[in-house]
């Protein structure tokens, strides 16, 4: 299905980084691991401020166009083709992990954030923004499935032996290429890795 999305010349997010990731990116220190990077706007983001990042994809389509995206800003990413269901990030590796509209089933984050917990250094940063259950009528961006949508009680009990930096549900304007387009509910969340 990916691959299919990201067949288009047209970056389908847009070229440029998420808001609430740039708002907060002098908090990530590298090297960065970005889940479900796709066609690589916000990892190349994360390249022009100078830091390491590993962008990981199941769409070799998609990463194909974020090494393309990086080449023209005249920055360096690593990306790797792997499914976020059985993905092993390297261990206490990480400085700081990004998920940016990354939904994923129950049945995959309960696998993978452990793993990703793991692979973040003490006092590392996991930064993450996804559309929230409350997003599921809507028409601006997001799966169709309750699952894959997040909220508060999810983030509590996916990310419990971090300590939060920040956490909140709001409503905003997502503008991110021609998928991500109108008021949406979001819901942020920076929390740091316990030393």
Known sequence: ??????????????????????????????PVLSLAEGEGRNAVFLASLGLEVLGVDSSDVGLDKAQALAGKKGVKIQTEVADLAEFE????????????????????????????????????IFLLEAYTEEQLPRKTGGPKDLDMLMSKAKIEQDFANYEPVLLRVLEREVQEGQLHTGLASVIQFIGRKKA
Do not use: C, D
Not at 2 to 27: D, V
Not at 110 to 118: A, F, I, N, Q
């Open 89 to 124: 990030p390297q261990e206490n590796h990480y400085a700081a992990v990004v998920s940016i509209f990354a939904h994923l089933p129950g049945s995959i984050r309960r696998r993978l954030y452990p793993l990703v917990e793991k692979s973040l250094k003490p006092g590392g």
């Open 1 to 30: 299905m990916w691959n299919e999305r990201y067949a288009s010349e047209e970056y389908m997010y847009g070229t440029e980084p998420n808001a609430f990731l740039a708002e907060h990116a002098a908090m990530l220190k590298g």
